[in-house]
């Protein structure tokens, strides 16, 4: 069966330090993958996704960027945290971009102090 | 692009009864309407979806139905469980893009 990883589970950083969260997929081959970002109050908010390595769309112009170096594995970047990027993010999966019946991963919450 | 408004934000319901959730889409060309439950601290998980050649569905106390027409359709609770409270969202998905979610709607069920 299916799983996805995703971790930390929390992170506290501070102002101006990097970002890189990681998610993993196991059980399937060239899934597609996405990163949304969970503020209070503010739904689930689309980052990025990606339907193949080196095939990542951008949603929202931001602080933050994203990387496929391998077929299963989805990481989430920031050179500089700002205090604004602290929330709740969210990894998942679906097998064809287009296609719904997303699995999310169980979430990383970051505070940036 | 896609955007997806969703109401009301929070509900407060007794056990038993029925809950009713709306949301309206703006983008025609979507054909998939999914709903998410998430409990606290953990990720969202699928329960009901619909997409956009059928009217309703239907899976024992929760339904969905969809209006194409005024793009909008709802989520419906039926009997409802003190473990059914949660935060529930709906999304809307046109292919080739990624779903595009509303905001939520915090569901309390009291017995």
Not at chain 1, 4 to 11: E, F, K
Request: aromatic share 10%; hydrophobic share 35%; glycine share 8%.
């Amino acid at each position: 069966s299916q799983t996805i990883h995703q971790w930390p589970a929390t992170l506290v950083q501070p102002v101006g330090s990097p970002l890189s969260l990681e998610c993993t997929v196991e059980g399937t081959s060239n899934p597609n993958l996405y990163w949304y970002r969970q503020a209070a109050g503010r739904g689930l908010q689309l980052l990025f996704y990606s339907i193949g390595i080196d095939q990542i769309s951008s949603e929202v112009p931001q602080n933050l960027s994203a990387s496929r170096p391998q077929d299963r594995q989805f990481i989430l970047s920031s050179k500089k945290l700002l205090l604004s990027d602290s929330g709740f993010y969210l990894c998942a999966w679906s097998v064809r971009v287009g296609d719904g019946g997303y699995t999310f991963g169980s979430g990383t919450r970051l505070t940036v102090v | 692009g896609e955007n997806v408004e969703q109401h009301p934000s929070t509900l407060s319901v007794q056990e038993g009864d029925s809950a009713v959730i709306k949301c309206t889409y703006s983008d025609s060309a979507s054909n998939y309407f999914p709903w998410y439950k998430q409990e606290l601290g953990k990720g969202p998980q699928l329960i009901i979806d619909i997409r956009s050649n059928v009217g309703e569905k239907k899976d024992q106390r929760i339904a969905v139905t969809l209006n194409k027409t005024a793009k909008h359709f709802s989520l419906h609770i039926t009997e409802t469980q003190p473990e059914d409270s949660a935060v529930y969202f709906c999304a809307a998905l046109k292919a080739g893009t990624a779903l595009i979610f509303g905001k939520g709607t915090t569901l309390s069920v009291s017995s």
